[in-house]
Each structure stands twice: as C-alpha cells, then as structure tokens.
C-alpha cells in the first residue's frame, strides 16, 4: 500500500516515466498480487513493468549472493537478497539508476501506543547461551538521539540500501520525509487507523475494491519458511559443533542442534524458528568468511 501509494503519485507527476518493479512473492496470494498490480499499472500511466519471481531466488540458496560472496555481505542486509540482488540487476539492465521505496509508510499511518506502558522483559530464545543473557542488560544504552524519521524506517533503509548501492542504484525514502512525518503525526486517529488516508486514496482514484481491500495478506514468509527448512538446516547440520557462535558462547549447541532437526522437518515445522535460524546462518556464514 505504502509504495504503490508513491507509485501513483509519481506516475501522476511523470506520466509513462515510470517503471513499477516488484519480487513475485508467489504461493497462496501471488495471484491476488499479480492482478493488483495490473489493476494498477493499467489505470495509471507506467512504463514497462519489471518482476522478478522471488521463488526463483530463495533465501541462503547455494549460488546466491549471501553464500558465493559471503565476504561482500553484512548479515544484517536484506534477509531476501538473493531475490532482491536479483531484481537490482533487472533494474540496472534496464538503465535505472533510482529506487523510490514505501519505508515509512507504516510510521506515517501509526497508531502509538500511550507512554508510560510496562516494559517489555526481553526473553532470548532458548538456544542462546549465557553470553546473550550477559548482554541484554546493555540494550539501547549509550545509544543516539531520536531522529526525525521513526527508527524503523532506517533501519529498514539500512537493510536494503547496501544491495541497491552495490548495483548503482540510489534508494529514496519519501515517506522519511520530515515534512511528511510530522503531518503523520499530527494526522487525526480515525484517519490512521488501519492505513484509512492511504486506502481512501486508492478509491478515491477509481481502483476497484480488489485493489482497495485486498482479501490476503502478501509476504514472504513461505519463502523464508523454505529457506530455513531447506537451506539453513543443511548448512547448520554440515558446520555441526564447530561454529563460532558457540565457541564464543553466544550459541547452545544442544538446544540449537534440537531446534536444526524439528525445522528439517518441513517448511510449517520451520515456521517458528525461520527468523532466528536464518539470522544465526547468515552471522555464521559473515564469520566464516573473516
């Protein structure tokens, strides 16, 4: 909603100027997902659209960027970059040299919570070892100011503005806009709530109701459930208790090793520990190539 909400408003700026791009995400709402932006592309004026089938390019899969070139990669960029570089070099191939990107867009249309709620006790998951117990006392200390742009919003710049720039593509961010944050903030509630401005704008402008109020929810989710069923698994398995992230105590290796097989299992079995496992293969895989 955020991004295609830009898009529109850049067509409407550069009419036939425009090239729409997006990762395929496939399974259950890639049809849904296809159609909206058809819908989109044809009401508006857009130059040829660009896709890339992010199915093609699944997260830690052998070849892909994040394990041929380890050494290039940080683990905290982009947790999909083997579709994303994918599709950055779609891009570059095409001329483009600029991304107009949504991050932001739900800062802008959020509903904040009142201050002075309790605070949150973090819980490490249960294959951490003693050291990350040991460090989550020294969590957001000495840590900077607060920006104009909500935190969130960079930090999702800073996932994936590394692949872009490695391509020669340069990201902006609208939504981080200060103008446009504060006019977020000063928004009356009714019209954040479940992103209200940004979907009346989308009617306002003659989409359908399929566009409008999309039935599914698209994400990469099974994606990245294939990704630790399948690819973080095999490479966990085959480092067995030699990894350096329990050398270095931040890792149990029993529980860890619980946890590779239950995930082995299947893409749903790995659906809880997607996350954690694709983040401890990724640090592993940047150690490694130290």
Known sequence: MDSTNLAISLALAHPGLITPCALLIGGEAGPQQTARRRMVIDHFGFAPDITVPAAAHPPLAPGGLRRAHPEAVSPLDEP???????????????????????????????????????????????????????????LNTGISPPTVAPETALVALEVATPLMARRGLWTIAPFTDPELVRFGQRLPLEWKRDKRLLTERFAARGLPDTVVHPVLRENFGHLMNRGANEFATGLLRSWGKELHLVEQGFLDQAVLAETVEQAALGPEEATPYRTGLFLITAIELGLRAL
């Open 80 to 138: 999909h970059l083997e579709a994303a570089d994918a599709l950055a070099q779609a891009l570059m191939a095409r001329g483009l040299t600029t991304v107009v990107s949504g991050f932001g867009g739900d800062e802008v249309a959020r509903v904040r919570r009142p201050e002075g709620g309790p605070v949150l006790t973090l819980e490490p998951p249960a294959w951490c070892g003693e050291r990350v117990g040991d460090l989550l006392g020294e």
